[in-house]
């Protein structure tokens, strides 16, 4: 059985179109779970229309690490796989994800291939990847699909709106670190897998299209990423590759701050500086999780370096 897990927060408008693709799924074994993050909409009564998903009503925000999180406890598949409820799958989306995990043993995560909601020829996610910075990123995003991405890969990452995890490999490396609470749990929980020698596959054809920034974004976004990416940093990056690439991350989260700086009278700005000031405080936080995460690293650079670099994919 696959669960599909539903973080959901003031989503009414979104749910019905998320919901109905599920129910047109070719997949014959599926649980849905939607976790209410204490909406004050119509959330609930848009869920109470559909009585094969479970609903789990939290009644207050516990940020998407939390509402996933309880999602994770409560599902009983063998597959588990965050979806966004500003999303559409298409027919055959998860009978794909059951493929990928079938003939690929060695994978613990599946992304899928996500395009716009609104513009269905381009790309959201061809999977993710980070750079030597240490910095996250949209693999072919924005870009036209022309079938460059039409081939199965092993990438670093699946992003969250989309993300298909193995149980057996959540049971061994943990669930999304509710410390984050928004932004950047994907790619912390993806190191985790990859350091753990844990494989991502990129599946072409498990499709889902993604009203991008329609659930999420503006000044809490900010404060979360600037916090967040300073987090995974702290928590992930082996020290193997700190000593070659240091000047780069530090770099990479100077050229933040002076860009927030410069920009400082914008409110999004100004949240940006303050998730930077907060990473830096939780850093000792953060290097005591570090402790447990690398000492159960199984990997060396020669194995993270070749999904960092270009073209961010190994095949399969």
């Keep these: 059985m696959i669960s599909v897990i539903i973080p959901n ?29 204490g909406s004050r909409d119509e959330s609930l009564d848009v869920l109470a229309h559909y009585p094969d998903v479970q609903t789990l009503a939290l009644g207050e ?27 559409e799958a298409s027919p055959d989306w998860l009978t794909a994800v059951a493929a990928a995990f079938d003939a690929y043993p060695e994978v613990g995560l599946v992304a899928s291939k996500m395009l716009l909601f609104d513009k269905r020829d381009t790309f959201h996610t061809a999977g993710d990847y980070v750079t030597p910075d240490g910095l996250a990123h949209n693999r072919g995003v ?12 092993y990438v670093f990452s699946a992003c969250g709106g989309s993300a298909a995890y193995r149980k057996t490999m959540l049971d061994e490396i943990g669930l999304l670190d509710d410390d984050f ?35 999420g974004g503006g000044v809490t976004a900010s404060f979360h990423d600037g916090r ?4 995974t940093l702290v928590k992930n990056y082996p020290a193997v590759l700190w000593r070659v690439y240091w000047r780069d991350v530090l770099g990479a989260q100077v050229k933040l701050a002076r860009e927030a700086l410069h920009l400082w009278r914008g409110p ?49």
């Design 61 to 87: 925000n516990h940020g998407f690490t939390g509402a996933c999180n309880a999602g994770f406890r409560a599902a009983q598949g063998d597959t588990q796989v965050l979806l966004n409820n500003d999303t």
């Design 9 to 37: 927060w003031n989503g009414a408008h979104h749910l019905p179109v998320c919901l109905d693709s599920l129910q047109r799924q070719t997949y014959p074994h599926v649980e849905v779970i939607v976790v209410d993050n």
């Design 142 to 153: 924005w870009q036209k699909d022309e079938g460059q991405y039409d081939h199965p890969a």
């Design 268 to 316: 999004a700005a100004r949240a940006t500086l303050r998730g930077l000031t907060a990473g830096i405080v939780g850093i000792p936080r953060m290097r005591r999780k570090r402790r447990a995460i690398q000492a159960a690293r199984r990997v060396d650079a020669a194995y993270l370096v070749p999904l960092m670099t270009p073209p961010y994919e190994i095949p399969v």
């Design 228 to 231: 967040n990416r300073i987090y």
């Design 181 to 215: 609470f928004f932004s950047f749990e994907d790619v912390d929980l993806a190191w985790r897998a990859q350091l753990a020698g844990w494989r991502c596959l990129y599946a072409p054809d498990a499709v889902v299209y993604h009203k991008l920034k329609a659930s």
